[in-house]
């Protein structure tokens, strides 16, 4: 069975620039999270999804950015007028799971603004 | 080979020791626990969890013990190979209404040694 997927797996942006990142999650899982990783630190929660409803966008760093799954599979985290710290490794993970146990993680997108 | 403290970032071990990686969690009320694995260009892979009424879980190859009076996890890999070599991340979920986002550590970096 596939995994979760992600697109692109690289992205360079001008700084200012608008971007949209794709997670294809396990088909059939309920639960989608985005996470960002800056270079040699851990994950962070962005937002959360259960189906197409959006219970929890704390971990969203500014309003310039928006996360969606309107149809409770695909998502797209967009972010707009990026900025340099904005370079970052961003992860979606899905689950079975509606508490989100058992996340499975994709190959991740590279964010490089320049 | 045993990482000690919440900030060892490099754990080196021979080849066919086991190996222990530590963590020290930061809430008494996680409820949940997980051990990733993540190699280079890839996204965190699911190793073993375990619940916070629990204090020891074994899978295949691997151990994760609880202590939660210390608040302190711990992963025990059996007979190091030189595919185990990638950074380990523990994380945790808390709250009654969690919707399961993930916080992670630091991370420890696992070499093995031919």
């Known amino acids: 069975g596939a995994g979760v997927s992600q697109s692109p797996r690289y992205k360079v942006a001008k700084r200012g620039q608008d971007v949209a990142l794709r997670c294809d999650p396990i088909?059939?899982?309920?639960?989608l999270f985005w996470y960002q990783q800056a270079l040699g630190q851990g994950p962070e929660f962005l937002t959360y999804f259960q189906n197409e409803a959006q219970l929890d966008k704390s971990g969203l760093p500014s309003d310039r950015f928006f996360a969606e799954r309107p149809e409770g599979s695909v998502s797209t985290l967009k972010i707009q007028r990026t900025q340099q710290e904005d370079s970052a490794v961003y992860l979606c993970?899905?689950?079975?799971?509606?508490?989100?146990?058992?996340?499975?993680f994709g190959p991740g997108t590279r964010l490089t603004v320049t | 080979g045993e990482s000690v403290g919440l900030h060892l970032p490099t754990l080196s071990v021979q080849e066919g020791d086991n190996s222990i990686i530590n963590c020290a969690y930061s809430n008494s009320a996680s409820d949940y626990f997980i051990w990733y694995k993540q190699e280079s260009g890839k996204g965190p892979q699911f190793i073993i969890d375990i619940r916070s009424n629990m204090d020891k879980r074994q899978g295949q190859r691997v151990t994760v013990l609880l202590n939660k009076t210390v608040k302190h996890l711990s992963l025990q890999i059996a007979a190091t190979q030189p595919g185990d070599s990638a950074v380990y991340f523990c994380a945790e979920t808390f709250g009654s209404s969690n919707t399961g986002k993930l916080i992670f550590g630091q991370g420890t970096t696992l070499q093995v040694k031919p």
């Open positions: 088909s059939g899982h309920v639960s």
């Open positions: 993970a899905s689950s079975s799971d509606r508490g989100g146990r058992e996340q499975y």
